[in-house]
C-alpha cells in the first residue's frame, strides 16, 4: 500500500517538479564519473581549479549526497503532505547545488581567462545554474507558500 502512495504522490507533484527531478541526474552523472575516475584532475590541466577546491573523492561524495538528499525530499514531498520540511530541503540542495555547479564552471571560466582556452563545459554548467536558480525560485515559492497557509489557518 505504501508503494502505491509513493507512486501516486510522485506521479502527481512530478509534472511541477519536473526540473528538480531532472537535475538529479547530471548530479549522479558527475558523482559517478568522479568516483569511477579518482585521478581525472591530474590527467588534464583543465581540471586544474576544481582540483584546488576539493579532490574527485569529495566533489563525487558532494553530488551523489546532493541527489540522494533531492530525491528524498521529493519523494517525501509528493508522497506525506504534512512533512512541512520538504520545500526547506528542496531549496538547501537547489543553492547548494547552484553553488557547485556554479565553483566548477568558474574553474573552466578562469582557465579561459589565463590561458584562452575555452571548453564547452562552460555553457552546460552555466545552463545547470540556472535551472537551480529556477529550483530556488520554485521551493522559495512553495516555503513561502506554505508558510502562508499555516499562518492563515492558525488565524482562522
Not at 24 to 33: K, Q
Not at 115 to 142: K, P, Q, W, Y
Amino acid at each position: 500500500m505504501i508503494l502505491v502512495r509513493i507512486a501516486r504522490g510522485i506521479s502527481d507533484h512530478f509534472p511541477t517538479r519536473a526540473t528538480e527531478w531532472h537535475m538529479c541526474l547530471p548530479a549522479v552523472y558527475v558523482g559517478l564519473a568522479l568516483s569511477w575516475q579518482p585521478d581525472l584532475f591530474s590527467s588534464n590541466s583543465a581540471y586544474a581549479n576544481a582540483a584546488a577546491w576539493m579532490g574527485e573523492a569529495a566533489w563525487s561524495a558532494m553530488f551523489l549526497f546532493a541527489a540522494c538528499l533531492r530525491l528524498i525530499a521529493l519523494t517525501i514531498n509528493g508522497t506525506f503532505r504534512s512533512f512541512q520540511w520538504s520545500p526547506i530541503i528542496r531549496l538547501g540542495v537547489a543553492m547548494f547545488t547552484a553553488f557547485a555547479w556554479g565553483q566548477l564552471g568558474m574553474g573552466f571560466v578562469l582557465l579561459w581567462l589565463e590561458t584562452g582556452r575555452a571548453t564547452f563545459l562552460m555553457g552546460i554548467l552555466a545552463h545547470l545554474v540556472l535551472v537551480e536558480c529556477f529550483n530556488i525560485f520554485r521551493a522559495s515559492r512553495d516555503w513561502a507558500e506554505a508558510q502562508h497557509g499555516r499562518t492563515r489557518l492558525a488565524k482562522g
